[in-house]
Nanobody, 117 residues
Framework: VQLVESGGGSVQPGGSLRLSCSLSRSIYTWYSMAWHRQAPGKQRELVARIIHNGITETADSVKGRFTISRDTAEDMVFLQMNSLHSEDTAVYYC????????????WGQGTQVTVSS
């Protein structure tokens, strides 16, 4: 199983980026898909997730600015990031949770997002 992220890069504060995650396994075989991030010197944190029924959850730190979505026909998951702050600088990871209550058991390689003027 492979999860491949793309779309990271450098942007100025206030800018936008859209991350994509391509899945090698049907999106319907996952309980949930999520985006996590890890900033230098900090623990990895859950940013947003989308459950198999389409319900989404977003961390308070990015609520109103980040949106997770999916394309079920293409087996892809997206993270639209608007109004980016320097604190959003991190490596962003796509992750898949196969079973309800289980761990995120598959991870992508990560994509760097840098917000700087």
């Amino acid at each position: 199983v492979q999860l491949v992220e793309s779309g990271g890069g450098s942007v100025q504060p206030g800018g936008s980026l859209r991350l994509s995650c391509s899945l090698s396994r049907s999106i319907y075989t996952w309980y949930s898909m999520a985006w996590h991030r890890q900033a230098p010197g900090k623990q990895r944190e859950l940013v947003a997730r989308i459950i198999h029924n389409g319900i989404t959850e977003t961390a308070d730190s990015v609520k109103g600015r980040f949106t997770i979505s999916r394309d079920t026909a293409e087996d892809m998951v997206f993270l639209q990031m608007n109004s980016l702050h320097s604190e959003d600088t991190a490596v962003y990871y796509c992750a898949g949770q196969s079973d309800d209550g289980g761990p995120y058991d598959y991870w992508g390689q990560g994509t760097q997002v840098t917000v700087s003027s």
